[in-house]
């Protein structure tokens, strides 16, 4: 009689760990489902002292239109899903403010370490990027931006907006650039005086937390 019942015990044991990893999966599932259709906020659910700024309109811009410096059509849903750093530059000079937030994220990214691959960057211009300048030091004379960015910063998108609004939020004061989700949701802006050390922060958290 124990034998049989430590053997039926056993055998409820071994299923129970075979039905672990299904479970996992099928839980992960659903909630990845409920955070792309937006029903749950996972970054307020986890809780973080962000140093960013929440936006108060989400934006998803997964499958919004840009041009590339090539001319072909592009957007997000044709990249890997990743964390992406995305600057919003207007006019025809990447100026000396510019050139700080570009070197910024740079090093932001570099600085995550070992997860660096897990982030992108994107710059959304609104002047074709064949015709930009980059001015780094007001005193300077200017040169073509693609060749700076060429230069320095080899990892960097560079895409042509439509002429639309990238995002839906208005009388943002100053320079600023912005955190888009894995799925393709704009959720958080920086000022560009942030500290760095407060994004890396942040970035870590949801890299551990929230996947992608």
């Avoid at 129970?16 to 307020?44: C, K």
């Avoid at 074709?128 to 931006?145: G, K, N, R, Y």
Wanted: proline fraction near 4%.
């Amino acid at each position: 009689m124990t034998q049989n019942t430590d053997q039926r015990g056993g055998r409820a044991i071994l299923l129970l760990i075979a039905g672990l990893p299904v479970t996992m999966i099928l839980a992960a599932t659903w909630l990845w489902y409920f955070v792309e259709r937006g029903d749950i906020d996972i970054v307020g659910a986890l809780g973080t002292a962000n140093s960013g700024v929440i936006l108060s309109e989400p934006a998803n811009i997964k499958s919004r239109a840009f041009t590339a410096t090539d001319g072909a059509d592009t957007s997000l849903d044709q990249l890997e899903p990743k964390w992406t750093f995305m600057i919003v530059q207007q006019g025809d000079v990447c100026d000396v403010q510019c050139n700080e937030l570009l070197y910024l994220t740079r090093q932001i990214r570099i600085a995550i370490g070992r997860d660096f691959n897990r982030i992108q960057r994107v710059l959304i211009v609104d002047t074709p990027a064949a015709q930009m300048v980059s001015t780094e030091d007001s005193s300077e004379a200017s040169s073509p931006l693609l060749a700076a960015l060429d230069k320095e910063h080899s990892d960097l998108q560079v895409w042509l907006a439509d002429g639309q609004p990238v995002i839906p939020e208005r009388h943002v004061d100053g320079f600023a650039w912005y955190l888009v989700d894995p799925s393709g949701w704009v959720m958080m802006r920086y000022a560009a005086q942030v500290n760095y050390k407060d994004v890396i922060s942040d970035l870590k958290f949801l890299l551990k937390n929230a996947g992608g």
